[in-house]
C-alpha cells in the first residue's frame, strides 16, 4: 500500500470519527432545544436516518443524559410515540463569576436550572484557587450530587481572555500574576474535566441568547456600563472575540473629538464621558457650581454618597439639573450603541449593568435618541432593552457555553468520563 493511500485511510478514520460527534452533538442539542421530541420528529429535523437516530439516543439513554417519556397507547391514533428529552440530573455543570471583592458559584443541572449557589467574599486574591476549589467542593458535598457527574467548570473573568492560551492577559480587577496560577489550580483538582474561562462580560450576553432579553437572536450587542463601557459581541450564535480577543472595547472610542481626556490618554473616549463614574461627577460638578438639585436634599454635604440610586431618585422627581444631566448622557450612550449598530447590524443591543439603575427614563431616552440619529431605514431600526436576567447571568452563560463547548466540540471528552 502506498504511503498516500495510507494518509488517506487515516484521513477517514478521523473524519468518521468527527461526523460521529457532530451527528451526536446534532442529536443532543435538537433534544435540549425541542425540549420533548419523538426519534421520528429528530430524524426528518436532522435529516439523518431513522437507524443513526436510534443508535445514537440509545447511546445517550445509557449513559443518562436523556430520558424516555409519553409511552402508551393513544385512543385515537394507535400507539403513541415514546418521547425523549433532556435527563436533567445526567450531568451537573458549575459556573463561577469573579467579581473585584467577591466571586460566585452556581451548579446547574442539563436544562440550566440552579442547583446550588455559593457567594464568598475575595478578600485575598492570593488565595483565590485554593477559596474557589473549596466552595465548588462544599456545593458538590451539601447538593449531594455523584462527583463524578460534574461535567464541567467554566470561569467568568472580568478581563481579556486569551482563549485559545486559556490565560488572562489583562485585568482591571485582578493581578495578572495571579491569574493563570488560580486557573492551574482548579484545573489540576479537576484533570478529567473541562476547566475553561471566559470573559464574563461574553458570557453574561450568552445568558442573554439562550435565556433573556436576545433570546431567540443570533446577531447581539451586549453593552456593559458601569466604572467602564465594555462590550461582548455574539454574531451568528457565536461570541467574537477578535484577533487577539480584544473586540469590543467600545469604551474606548471616540464619540467627541474634543471631549474630556480618558485613562488611554485619548480624548472624548465613550467611557470617559458616559460612565457611571462620569454621570456622577457631572452632577458633582453641577453642585460644585451652585445649581439647585434635590441631589444635594438627598445626600446633605457628603457628595461621596451620590450613587447611581440617588441619581435615579431625583430623576423620578424630574429635578431639572439631573434630567439635563441624563438627557445629555443618553444622547452620548445612544452615539456610542448607534456606531456598534451601523458597523454590525445586530438583531438585539442589550444594556447591562450597573447604569440600569438609571432606570426607565433613561432608557426610553436612549432609544429615542438612537431612533433619531440612526440611518432611517426599516432595516436598521432597533430597540435597545435592558438586560432581563436579574441574577446569575454570568454563571448562567457560564454552563450553557461549557455545555455548547463541550457537546458541540468536545462530545467524547463527556464520554470519556461518563462511561469511566
Ligand atoms: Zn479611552
Not at 476547566?195 to 451586549?222: D, P, R, W
Not at 438585539?348 to 432606570?359: M, P, R, S
Not at 432581563?388 to 457555553?401: L, P, R, S, T
Amino acid at each position: 500500500m502506498s504511503m498516500s493511500k495510507q494518509s488517506n485511510k487515516k484521513k477517514q478514520v478521523i473524519n468518521l470519527k468527527n461526523v460521529k460527534e457532530y451527528n451526536y452533538s446534532l442529536i443532543f442539542n435538537l433534544i435540549y432545544s425541542n425540549g420533548v421530541i419523538s426519534r421520528a420528529d429528530l430524524a426528518s429535523l436532522s435529516g439523518m436516518s431513522p437507524t443513526t437516530v436510534s443508535a445514537l439516543t440509545a447511546e445517550m439513554l445509557e449513559e443518562g443524559l436523556i430520558e424516555e417519556i409519553g409511552t402508551g397507547i393513544s385512543a385515537t391514533s394507535g400507539r403513541k410515540p415514546i418521547l425523549l428529552q433532556i435527563k436533567p440530573d445526567g450531568a451537573f455543570l458549575l459556573g463561577v463569576d469573579i467579581k473585584e471583592n467577591k466571586y460566585s458559584c452556581c451548579l446547574f443541572n442539563l436544562k440550566n436550572e440552579i442547583i446550588a449557589s455559593k457567594h464568598e467574599k475575595l478578600t485575598e486574591h492570593q488565595d483565590i484557587g485554593k477559596d474557589i476549589l473549596n466552595t465548588i467542593d462544599s456545593i458538590i458535598l451539601e447538593s449531594y450530587i455523584p462527583r463524578e457527574r460534574l461535567a464541567g467548570i467554566c470561569i467568568g473573568i472580568p478581563g481579556i481572555i486569551d482563549l485559545k492560551r486559556q490565560v488572562m492577559i489583562k485585568s482591571t480587577v485582578m493581578p495578572e500574576n495571579i491569574s493563570s496560577s488560580f486557573i492551574d489550580q482548579v484545573k489540576k483538582a479537576y484533570t478529567h474535566i473541562p476547566v475553561i474561562i471566559q470573559n464574563a462580560s461574553c458570557l453574561y450576553a450568552y445568558a442573554e441568547m439562550h435565556f433573556g432579553a436576545a433570546k431567540g437572536t443570533g446577531n447581539q450587542l451586549f453593552i456593559d456600563i458601569n466604572s467602564g463601557i465594555g462590550c461582548a459581541i455574539i454574531i451568528n450564535g457565536t461570541m467574537y472575540t477578535g484577533a487577539n480577543g480584544i473586540a469590543g472595547e467600545i469604551g474606548h472610542m471616540t464619540i467627541d473629538i474634543n471631549g474630556p481626556v480618558c485613562k488611554c490618554s485619548n480624548k472624548g473616549c465613550f467611557e470617559a464621558m458616559a460612565s457611571v463614574p462620569a454621570i456622577i461627577q457631572r452632577v458633582i460638578q453641577g453642585i460644585l457650581l451652585g445649581r439647585k438639585t434635590l441631589v444635594r436634599d438627598m445626600i446633605g454635604d457628603d457628595l461621596r454618597k451620590i450613587n447611581i440610586n440617588v441619581i435615579r431618585d431625583a430623576l423620578t422627581e424630574r429635578d431639572s439639573l439631573t434630567c439635563e444631566i441624563i438627557d445629555d448622557i443618553s444622547y452620548l450612550t445612544a452615539v456610542g450603541i448607534n456606531n456598534v449598530i451601523n458597523l454590525l447590524n445586530p438583531q438585539a443591543v442589550i444594556i447591562g449593568g450597573e447604569i440600569q439603575g438609571l432606570g426607565e427614563y433613561f432608557l426610553e431616552k436612549v432609544n429615542s435618541n438612537i431612533e433619531k440619529i440612526s440611518l432611517n431605514s426599516e432595516l436598521s431600526k432597533i430597540k435597545v432593552s435592558f438586560s432581563n436576567i436579574k441574577e446569575y447571568a454570568v454563571e448562567k452563560g457560564a454552563a450553557k457555553y461549557l455545555l455548547d463547548q463541550v457537546f458541540f466540540s468536545k462530545s467524547e471528552t463527556i464520554k470519556m468520563f461518563l462511561e469511566a
